[in-house]
Every structure is written in structure tokens, then in C-alpha cells.
């Protein structure tokens, strides 16, 4: 009898668990874009001495490339790493719509972005969010310009 | 008990999920450790290396972007509980040329085969796995 009355309570608890993901469900995720440029290789960086090669071979290839005045360039690397979690609650019924996501993740995106001259010597370097590195990002211009 | 437990072994089972998606072909290490500064032209990296993803216009100079990307992801969900996670990596390289489309340098990186199916608590950034799985590239030594 007592035996009856646990598997009763264990298939009664297995069915509210089972209907509860309908409206209630807590997530832990992470995501991962690419691989953080190591701190202590941009540490190593020196400007007015570094060549376009030199960085090039330090850091890899950036994920974008952009012109700026004078003939210089900018490289910009950049990354993502969040992790967290979130909380989602939903109304089945249409009665009482709602539906209510809590998302605890801490989303960064950090990068560095490398400023050359038009000699392609490094001239300066600076980590930060990609839009604050991006803030003076010029526009291409006409070569005859 | 041993029908409980079975039965939760077997929801256990449907609550995992891998998936991946790939956009492009891995760039050939070989092919890359081929091309010459100053020697290898913008016309003989197209014949080699396809159409790029990407052309920016410096100045007088130009810029070739090759790319592709791998994200595995891997869910577990514990009936109230989920976890997942997800990893995305790509392969990059970035060929610049002068105005004679000669070019001058280039910098790659390869890493659509450092992806791993992971959970979320895992770091997929150590060092001991990315050599383990570079050592399997053909053309990819160290970094």
C-alpha cells in the first residue's frame, strides 16, 4: 500500500515536471565567438617600431580592415564571450497572456583595434568596446583624393 | 525503482542536442604558406584561393578578405533546467595589395578547427586542446 502510494507520488511529481517547461524554464548559456587577443601580445606592441607584418604576425588576421586619413589603415580585432542565465515564465492559457524572458548574461564585446601610418609603421593601439574603437572610423575615399 | 529510474534514463536521453552549421569551405594552411610578399600577385591569389568574401579599398592600396566559420552548439535540457552553449570560430585571412595588386602582406588565422561541442561550464579556450586539434590540420603548427 505504502508502496502504491510512492509511485503514485513519484508519477504525479514526474507529469508536474513534465508539464512545467510549458511556462517556466531556467537556462545557464554561453557563447563563444572567436578567441580573446591575449593581453600580454598587445603589451608587446611597440609603436613607431612595429610593421604592419610584424603585427600581422603577432595578433593574426583582424576580422576587419578599414582605411583611415592620410593612407593609413585600422585594423580591428574583436571577440565574444557571455555566459549567464535566464529565466523565461509564459502563460498557456489565453486568458492571462504573458510572457516574461530574464535574461541575466553579461554581453561584451571587447576588441583592440592597431592604427598604422602610411608607411604602415604601427603608430597606436588601444582595447576597449568595438564602439568606442570604432567612434572615428572614417569613410573610404576616392584614390584620386 | 528500477522502472523509474529507466524511465528517467530515457528522458534523460532526449534531452540532448548537438548542431552545427558551416559558412565556407576551410581555408587550405598549405595554399596560404604558398603566397610570397612582393612576389605573388591579387590575379594568382584569386586562381588559388577562389573569389574573396571581402575587397576594401585603402587608399591605393586594396585589401582581399577569405573567410569561413564553424559553430558547434550542444544543449542539455533537464526538464525545468536547460543548459547550452555555443561555440563559433572561423578561419581569416587578409591579403593587402599595392596599387600594382602586388602583394605586400597578409595575415591569417585558423581556427574553425579548434570548435568544440562543449557545455557551458567548460572552457573551450585551453591551450592543450587547441595544440591537440592544430597537430591534426595539415599546415598549422603552434599558433
Known sequence: MR????TSRAC????????????LSLSYDRMSV???VADATLQALRPGRD????????LGAPECVYEQRAGGIALLWFWKETAGWGLELSSPSDEVPGRLTLELEGA????????????????????????????DRVRPTLVDQ | MPRFA??????????????????NDPLDAVTIRGLVPGTTTA???????????????LGRRTAYRYDATTTKSTFLALIVVNFGNQDTRSDRLW??????????????SLGTHRTQYALPWENVHEDPDNEARDALRPGVQGK
Do not use: K, N
Not at chain 1, 508502496?3 to 510512492?6: F, G, K
Not at chain 2, 529507466?6 to 559558412?23: N, S, V, W, Y
Not at chain 2, 591579403?95 to 591569417?108: I, M, P, Q, S
Open chain 1, 108 to 135: 561584451e564585446l571587447p576588441g583592440c583595434m592597431l592604427w598604422f601610418g602610411p608607411g604602415l609603421v604601427l603608430e597606436r593601439w588601444r582595447q576597449g568596446t568595438i564602439g568606442d574603437l570604432l567612434r
Open chain 1, 51 to 58: 610593421s604592419l607584418a610584424d603585427c600581422l604576425g603577432a
Open chain 2, 6 to 23: 529507466l524511465l528517467l534514463l530515457c528522458l534523460l536521453f532526449t534531452a540532448c542536442m548537438f548542431g552545427r552549421q558551416d559558412t
Open chain 1, 12 to 23: 504525479v511529481a514526474m507529469t508536474v515536471a513534465g508539464l512545467l517547461p510549458g511556462c
Open chain 1, 34 to 36: 572567436g578567441e580573446p
Open chain 2, 95 to 108: 591579403l593587402f595589395f599595392d596599387e600594382r595588386d602586388v602583394l605586400t602582406h597578409y595575415g591569417a
Open chain 1, 3 to 6: 508502496r502504491a502510494a510512492r
Open chain 2, 43 to 57: 590575379r594568382e591569389v584569386v586562381e588559388r584561393l577562389g573569389a574573396p568574401s571581402d575587397v576594401v579599398q
